[in-house]
């Protein structure tokens, strides 16, 4: 079985910030999730390079746009890897694999007759890299978004003939029984897209004669494509199109498009139509997550307002921070974040409860036994408990990207070891019964061990980490695998007797 999922790739007129940083975190826990189910997964992300916008911002710079591309690209490749996001692939639409097919996608569309010239005049805006409505300005006939006046523009372009697909693209969207659904998720959004749809589609402009950086039209080297249906393409040349037929059948159609809900029409409405119009498979599922208000107001660049990944990596470390961002937010939906509630939810969360679970079990056994785990009877009963909770609605949270929920669930798993501690009294237990204080301990780590199984495609060293700390034996991505494939634990458990217990003991430095 194979899983295919996608972020947006990214305009490099950027750097990576916490929007970014949320979509790319959000696919990368899916990504390693199904891995740890068994699935064959190609996890892509890239950088989208070229348009007007670019070349512009690369020009203020002083530097030439492929050279400008480069540099901030490569912003992006370290982000991700400072984050532990593990991309299979990294696509940039300035590489050769992405003109080919591109070239091949617009030659097949335009033998179609789906795309034809047509003089064009209207207002363009170069933030939104399209043609406004007058209906779209704001009262002073500026971009309400980049609060610029767009140019009046007049140019003979090609278009595509988008319309032809209202139909059809109303089928696949809202009829589940389809074989080519569309599941567009949340279903507010979908909703929003079906209403918008209904309205009628007119055809869009494919190509620009004003714009040098970008792909040529094959048919006419004096337009470049669109740079949105540019970007859009490279979620099928990453995966072999046109030049890998096998990488290709095996991965698309993609299984979830991830993104933000600014750019949701285009994924779902022009994105399938050109696949459509070049007889190709539809995605299955794409799924946007709100937008972010920082205490309230809108982040933005001219508000100074906006977080960047690097400073959440600083306050919080690499796994708290991959954790804390999707914990905090109901995906799908708008969120609003503060440092105090991301602290707050650190300490909550992190500090008191996982952190606390571990430390409180480490003394015991520092005190008692050494650091080394107990010789006892093994009883699995709480670790067995642990796992009941986290199946009822774990699995099918992460299964449909409710990774807040899926987050939720993990705390609840957590708080109940914490709970069996309370009702045990181990400490008690240490004058008066060390074979069954020696049992106590054996169990809680047997309960941590399957919290950190569940832990790990949020935070993948801190899971490992624990898996030291409890002396759990075997790779812990090897054995997660074995065990969400197979859904048992193992008779014997997971950590074992005798072994030593080693590791820092506090995981998460409560945040004053
Ligand atoms: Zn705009």
Redesign the pocket.
């Known amino acids: 079985m194979k899983f295919y999922i996608t972020t947006p790739i990214y305009y490099v007129n950027d750097v990576p910030h916490i929007g970014h940083f949320y979509t790319t975190i959000a696919a990368d826990i899916m990504a390693r999730w199904k891995r740890l189910n068994g699935f064959d997964v190609y996890f892509l992300t890239g950088t989208d390079e070229h348009g007007s916008k670019i070349a512009e911002a690369a020009k203020v710079k002083g530097k030439k746009p492929q050279e400008f591309c480069d540099e901030m690209s490569v912003k992006f490749r370290q982000t991700w890897k400072l984050l532990n996001i593990s991309n299979d692939d990294f696509i940039r639409t300035t590489e050769q694999r992405h003109f080919v097919a591109v070239e091949n996608i617009v030659r097949i569309l335009f033998d179609k007759g789906l795309i034809f010239k047509k003089k064009y005049e209207g207002m363009y805006?170069i933030?939104?890299e399209k043609f406004?409505a007058k209906k779209d300005l704001d009262e002073g006939g500026y971009?309400p978004?980049?609060k610029?006046k767009p140019i009046l523009q007049s140019e003979e372009n090609y278009f595509f003939r988008l319309s032809s697909f209202q139909g059809a693209l109303l089928e696949r969207i809202t009829d589940v029984s389809h074989e080519e659904h569309i599941d567009i998720q949340p279903e507010e959004r979908r909703n929003e897209i079906v209403g918008k749809l209904k309205l009628g589609l007119e055809d869009i402009s494919f190509s620009r004669s004003t714009v040098e950086w970008g792909i040529s039209l094959p048919f006419d080297k004096s337009q470049t494509v669109y740079v949105w249906t540019d970007a859009l393409i490279n979620y099928i040349t990453a995966v072999g199109y046109s030049k890998d037929e096998t990488k290709f059948k095996n991965y698309w159609p993609v299984d979830v498009h991830l993104m933000a809900k600014d750019i949701l029409w285009f994924h779902s409405v022009i994105w399938p139509a050109v696949l459509m119009g070049a007889q190709l498979p539809l995605p299955k599922t794409i799924y946007s997550h709100g937008f972010f208000t920082l205490n309230g107001s809108k982040m933005s660049k001219s508000l100074g307002n906006v977080i960047y990944p690097q400073e959440l990596v600083g306050n919080y470390g690499v796994d708290a921070a991959r954790y804390l961002i999707v914990a905090l937010i109901p995906f799908g939906l708008d969120g609003n974040i503060s440092w105090q509630g991301l602290t707050l939810k650190y300490n909550t969360d992190l500090a008191n409860n996982l952190g606390n679970l571990i430390s409180r079990t480490l003394k015991m056994a520092e005190k008692n036994f050494n650091l080394k785990i107990p010789q006892a009877f093994l009883n699995l009963e709480l670790a067995k408990n642990v796992e009941k909770k986290l199946k009822e609605t774990f699995i099918s949270n992460m299964n449909n990207l409710q990774l807040h929920k899926a987050a939720e669930d993990l705390q609840d798993a957590i708080t109940l070891v914490n709970i069996q501690i309370e009702t045990d009294v181990p400490w008690k237990l240490a004058k008066t019964n060390k074979n069954k204080l020696a049992a106590c301990i054996y169990s809680y780590l047997q309960a941590i061990d399957v919290v950190a199984i569940h832990l790990l495609s949020f935070m993948p060293n801190i899971a490992e980490k624990i898996w030291q700390i409890t002396g759990a034996s075997g790779n812990i991505n090897d054995v997660a695998r074995k065990y969400f494939i197979n859904g048992v634990i193992p008779k014997d458990g997971f950590s074992v007797s005798g072994r030593d217990l080693q590791g820092p003991k506090i995981l998460f430095p409560r945040i004053l």
Do not use: A, T
């Open positions: 805006c933030g939104c406004l971009c978004f980049h610029i």
